[in-house]
């Protein structure tokens, strides 16, 4: 009797349906994880890619360089970006994800963009002095290929900031000062961006990262630091360093750009990035002090 009871409730169990949802799309988060760490130098293979090459990681992206040619890989951006067209990428995609290229700049540079499912994106750029744009992009579509491998394979390194880093520095707080209201813009609010490590508003943008070209302006004081005051364009660019906390050679850089909408950077647009920089630039933390 036992057994014919078992047998007959067993006979109402049903196997599971098989899974058939399918491959998962995959987003910016689950292939990088926490935006802030990432350590896009370990998306990029330099023996593979760009032999003899040496690799900077900054906080949000890796900089190779090669004689004349420079590999930029890096930022994570989410922006619109007109440029970025798709192209016919020749090597192995994850699901969701899309590979594009984009015409900007397009006889010095190549350009590509990693996106994924979420609409976030790696832009990536090869550039150098040369005139062979094919040989260019060959450089480009091995590094995203390189990327890749490394994103599928579960191989994102992730950056570690000391004591004293500025990596370790919310941007955002330093621009949420009345200190600013003119530079910025009457009501403007600070936005941070994807990776934690730069913030914008209004008209002034700050950015912390490591620096991988060294300053050409004339050194000033501004804040209690060394800094350097150049116009680029429509921005107005205001920099200083410091030594890299656990980056032996290396500096640490926070640059301050206000941009001119009327046009042009003038006196003026300066005259606005040099009150900002003495607002921000003593709240910095400085290795050694307290």
């Known amino acids: 009797m036992f057994c014919a009871l078992l047998t007959a409730a067993c006979s109402t169990t049903r196997a599971a349906a098989p899974d058939q949802s399918g491959p998962t799309p995959l987003t910016a988060s689950a292939a990088l994880g926490d935006f802030g760490t990432v350590d896009y130098c370990s998306l990029l293979n330099v023996a593979a890619v760009a032999p003899g090459a040496v690799a900077v990681p900054t906080f949000e992206s ?21 440029n970025i067209k798709p192209y016919d990428y020749p090597g192995p995609v994850p699901d969701g994800v899309a590979v594009q ?30 005139t062979d744009q094919a040989a260019r992009c060959g450089v480009a579509d091995a590094t995203v290929g390189s990327a890749l491998t490394a994103i599928t394979a579960g191989k994102v390194g992730r950056l ?7 990596g370790r520095v919310a941007p955002c707080v330093l621009l949420d000062s009345h200190d ?24 002034v943008s700050l950015a912390l990262t490591v620096e991988t070209t060294p300053p050409s302006a ?9 800094a350097h005051v150049r116009p680029a364009g429509a921005f107005c660019l205001v920099d200083t360093t410091q030594p890299a906390p656990g980056l032996p050679g290396r500096r640490e850089l926070a640059e ?17 990035a040099r009150t900002a920089a003495t607002s921000i630039f003593p709240r910095l933390p400085t290795p050694g002090k307290p």
């Open 62 to 82: 890796c900089q190779a360089a090669r004689g004349a040619q420079t590999i930029r890989l890096g930022p994570l951006a989410f922006d619109s970006d007109p």
């Open 101 to 130: 290229q984009s015409m900007f700049n397009d006889r010095s540079a190549c350009t590509r963009a990693i996106t994924f499912a979420d609409g976030n994106r790696i832009d990536l750029t090869v550039t150098d002095t040369g």
């Open 160 to 166: 570690t900031f000391p004591d004293r880093s500025w």
């Open 180 to 203: 600013l209201d003119a530079a910025a813009g009457p009501g403007s609010r600070p936005t941070t961006g994807l990776s934690g490590h730069t913030c914008i508003r209004g008209k």
């Open 218 to 226: 004339p050194p000033e004081k501004l804040g209690g630091r060394d």
């Open 256 to 272: 301050i750009s206000v941009v001119e909408t009327a046009g042009t950077a003038n006196d003026a647009t300066c005259a606005l």
